[in-house]
């Protein structure tokens, strides 16, 4: 027989296997490292664990918003009637900032404003002579002096806007909730003109039709804003500024149409009556328009809209489309604004194009708007005749709502006799029936629906009185 031989090699392999599984079973069954404790930089995953439920798991309510408002003393008293009609005492939170203290005539200041708050001194900035318009210096770094104020434990979401701005906040919230605050968000709307988008950028969220930044974003941008304004000094508004900034992050803009910077001449309620199908969540330049009620003023005209508001934003202004075919009738309902009768049958891809019955703030070639648009005319079979919202309540035990759209003035036409179609002159009020449920997200099925059978039920039952 012949001696067995065994390697040095073959021992050291097994002594360490045995020694492996010992020191494996130890760091599993025995060894219990602390959860909260980051792992070293040279593992690839880094594993914490907590008992406290993390931020992501409940959603985005109106208390993770800060509001950043940026006004004048020279304009807040014509302005602050705007702000107050919106804003929500010991709801809302947030600041207006103000270039200089408030003289006698606004103190004490009204708890039916937001808090007042000094802009700090940009002056003592080496680049502060070089900018080209200190104004929007300050208005850009509104956003740092807010952050810079603290309490800023709960913040998700910092919201920038003018003081002539208006919020729809319920419709806000909803917005913001769809986006991830702890990524970096932009979210905003370029300008309805496309002369402003060239003028500055295709890529830039309106300051004055208001922008969300996420609190991740902004505690990043916070130390750089500084450096921003000595890179941009030549820009002379705050909203390019905070655009180009973002960009040199890597941050683009997220679009939401809602968000309206309405730079427009005149009467919007072409656009108000064909909004996108998209959450309205502001409005601004209401110095610069009509009123978008008849016979109302400005002041009283915001605070009409806000009363159907109050009862659903989620349904404000969204645009229900149906048809009376008896008397071969077009209805577009604008609910909570208006509604319009059209004496023909039109698709709905006609009807969802705003009448242009406004103008762009400034002239310029082809094509004027970023959006598609019918032009008004005398028409009588494309004419419509304009109702505007009278009233809204709930009824039925809150279980329907009402809203009342009462003529603007008679259309002034001739009935459109086209294939026997029939005049609505006769017509001076329409009611609209829906449902008192809060949508969770606009422009469900079911809200059409509900809406559409409302509308027919009172056109074939009352439209003929």
Not at 137 to 155: E, T, Y
Not at 209 to 225: F, T
Request: proline fraction near 8%; charged fraction near 20%.
């Amino acid at each position: 027989m012949k001696p067995k031989f065994r390697s040095p090699l073959v021992a050291f392999g097994k002594v360490l296997a045995i020694s492996g599984l010992v020191l494996l079973i130890f760091c599993t069954f025995l060894y219990n490292p602390p959860c909260d404790k980051s792992s070293d930089l040279s593992s690839p995953v880094e594993i914490t664990w907590s008992n406290s439920s993390k931020t992501m798991d409940y959603p985005t309510n109106i208390s993770h918003i800060k509001f950043v408002l940026v006004g004048s003393l020279e304009t807040w008293k014509k302005r602050r009637p705007y702000t107050e009609a919106w804003w929500r005492p010991n709801e809302t939170w947030g600041n207006i900032f103000m270039d200089s203290p408030p003289s006698k005539e606004f103190l004490p200041w009204p708890e039916t404003s937001p808090p007042f708050q000094l802009n700090e001194d940009a002056t003592k900035l080496p680049v502060y002579p070089k900018l080209a318009n200190p104004i929007a210096a300050r208005i850009f770094r509104s956003v740092l002096d807010s952050f810079r104020l603290g309490d800023n434990k709960d913040v998700r979401w910092f919201v920038m806007a003018d003081d002539d701005t208006i919020f729809f906040v319920d419709n806000l919230v909803e917005v913001l909730a769809k986006y991830n605050h702890t990524k970096h968000y932009y979210v905003g709307m370029y300008s309805e003109c496309v002369i402003s988008n060239f003028l500055f950028s295709f890529d830039m969220a309106y300051g004055g039709a208001g922008y969300a930044l996420s609190y991740s974003l902004v505690e990043e941008l916070a130390p750089l804003m500084d450096h921003c304004l000595e890179r941009y000094p030549f820009m002379h508004t705050g909203d390019h500024l905070s655009s180009s900034c973002l960009s040199d992050l890597g941050v683009g803009l997220t679009v939401e149409r809602g968000i309206h910077q309405i730079d427009l001449l005149g009467d919007i309620s072409g656009m108000l009556s064909s909004h996108p199908q998209s959450p309205i969540v502001t409005l601004h330049h209401f110095d610069n328009i009509d009123p978008i009620f008849p016979s109302k003023n400005r002041t009283e005209s915001i605070n009409h809209l806000m009363k159907a508001a109050k009862v659903d934003q989620s349904r404000l202004a969204q645009q229900t489309i149906c048809y009376h075919r008896p008397s071969n009738w077009s209805v577009s309902i604008s609910w909570g604004y208006s509604a319009h009768i059209y004496e023909n049958i039109f698709p709905r891809s006609v009807l969802r194009k705003p009448l242009e019955t406004f103008a762009p703030w400034k002239n310029g070639p082809p094509p004027v708007y970023m959006f598609n648009t019918r032009l008004p005319t005398n028409d009588p079979c494309q004419a419509p005749h304009v109702f505007f919202m009278e009233s809204v309540k709930k009824m039925t035990g809150d279980a329907l709502v009402l809203t009342t759209y009462r003529r603007k003035a008679p259309r002034g036409l001739r009935p459109c006799f086209f294939a026997g179609n029939h005049s609505a002159d006769h017509v001076n009020e329409i009611r609209v029936f829906s449902n008192a449920t809060v949508r969770k997200e606009v422009g469900l099925t079911i809200f059409s629906f509900a809406l559409i059978y409302f509308v027919l039920q009172f056109i074939s039952k009352i439209f003929i009185e």
